[in-house]
Each structure stands twice: as C-alpha cells, then as structure tokens.
C-alpha cells in the first residue's frame, strides 16, 4: 500500500475504531487470565532451570521468535525487552511510512510492565497456586502485548489530531509545552464514555452463563476494567501521545 493512499485512510473514525476493536482484545485476554490464580512461583526471580523468572524467560524467548518473523517491523509493535533483539529471517514488509520517524523510538513498556504486575494483575485475579505456570505466563504475555499495543496506538491518534489541526498543536510544539498539549489531547467526556463502554464490555463478554441464576457474576469484575482504563490505559496513552507531538517537528 502506497504512503499516500495509507495516509488518506488514516482518520480520526478509523483510529477510534481500531481503538474499539483492541477493547475487545484487551477484556478478552484478561478474562483468560483470571481462569488462573496468582501462581506466583512465575515471577519468581529463580524459577527452576530458567534464568531469571519464568514469566521474563516466556516473554524474551516469545520476543525473540517474533521479531524473527517480522512483529516488531510494524509500527504498532513494541518489544518489551528490546536489547539484542534477533534479526529478521523472513523478508522485510514495506510498512507506509504515516508517523514520523522521530516518534519511532518511543517506547514505554517498562511503564506498562510495572502497572501489569504490580498494580493491575492483583486486582483481578484471585490468590493461590495450582500449577499452571506456562499456561499464566503465557496469558500474561498475551496481556501485555494487547495493552501496549493499545497504548502505543497513541501514536496514531496523535498524527491524526495533529494534521487535523496543526495550527492548535504547532504553537505547544513549538514550545515544547507538554501541559498545553496534554489539555489539548484531553476530552473529559469521551474518556467518560471509554469507562463505560468497556465496563459494559466486560459485563457482556465475561458474564458466567449457567441454567441458573447468574446475574451478577462476572469473570473479570467489569469496575476493574472501568479502572485499568481510567488509571492507566487512557493517562498512558496520552502520555505517548505527549511525547509523539513533541518532536513532531523535528
């Protein structure tokens, strides 16, 4: 696909509605997670016959596949650990090149690791140990991929507000104002209406369906949903968003 033919598609309602779509992958990802407790033995730092913890060996060696084959050639993939990282063995794609090449080495996984792990992951899953340890790790890989993917998808939504107004953002750029831009960026009512479509999503996709009465039970309570968007999937996005627009001019 032509740069220009990709950049004429590249609109507000198209970014917004990939922005829905991901949702869906986000609550389902955590809804798989929650089948399983804590297990904390994977983020132990020695996990038997592995370097460091088992969730750090399944998230480097799966990174490593992949950027073999090409995942972190995309524009809206973000390695979590990016040193050394293997070269590509399959052709490289021609991505169109719509954001700006200075905004390419932004990457703010490690943010986004701490929250997971530290903040997020206590609040929807239940205590315990019953052994399945790949089968966590691997959801929580699967998790932290679909939330930076959709936080780094800032990006994107910054490009877009931006060619769409350069004249409102240009002057904050200029300036290097970060809070001048983070007003910009920032619509009270819209981040209200996010809240509570995902809210209503979790409700919907993760409902425990029995002959029973089931109302009320839910797989990933949907007010944390509401909450991992408020606190952290929105100010983080934002936070890239910041950060693209400020060299934007460069």
């Known amino acids: 696909m032509e740069k220009n033919v990709l950049a004429n598609t590249l609109t507000l309602d198209s970014v917004r509605e990939s922005l829905i779509r991901q949702e869906d992958t986000v609550i389902f990802y955590l809804i798989e997670r929650a089948k399983y407790p804590i297990n904390s033995p994977v983020y132990h730092p020695s996990f038997a016959g592995v370097s460091g913890s088992l969730v750090d060996y399944i998230v480097k060696h799966t990174e490593a596949l992949q950027s073999k084959v090409g995942r972190y050639e995309s524009?809206?993939?973000?390695?979590?650990?990016?040193?050394?990282?293997?070269?590509?063995?399959?052709?490289?794609?021609?991505?169109?090149?719509?954001l700006h090449p200075a905004g390419a080495s932004i990457n703010i996984n490690k943010t986004i690791w701490d929250m997971y792990f530290n903040q997020l992951l206590p609040l929807f899953v239940s205590e315990g140990n019953d052994g399945n340890y790949v089968q966590t790790a691997t959801c929580d890989l699967q998790c932290l991929q679909a939330l930076s993917r959709r936080i780094h998808y800032g990006k994107f939504v910054a490009e877009v507000k931006f060619m769409d107004a350069p004249e409102d953002y240009g002057p904050a750029i200029q300036a290097q104002n970060r809070d001048a831009l983070m007003e910009l960026l920032t619509f009270k009512s819209v981040e209200e209406m996010v809240k509570q479509r995902v809210k209503k999503k979790a409700m919907v996709f993760g409902q425990e369906v029995c002959l029973g009465d089931s109302k009320g039970k839910y797989k990933v309570d949907p007010s944390v949903v509401s909450r991992l968007y408020e606190e952290w999937v929105m100010p983080l996005t934002k936070k890239v968003q910041v950060e693209y627009l400020l060299c934007r001019l460069d």
């Not at 993939?77 to 090149?97: A, D, G, I, M, W």
């Open 75 to 98: 524009p809206e993939e973000y390695p979590f650990f990016q040193e050394n990282l293997p070269r590509l063995v399959v052709p490289t794609y021609n991505y169109p090149q719509v």
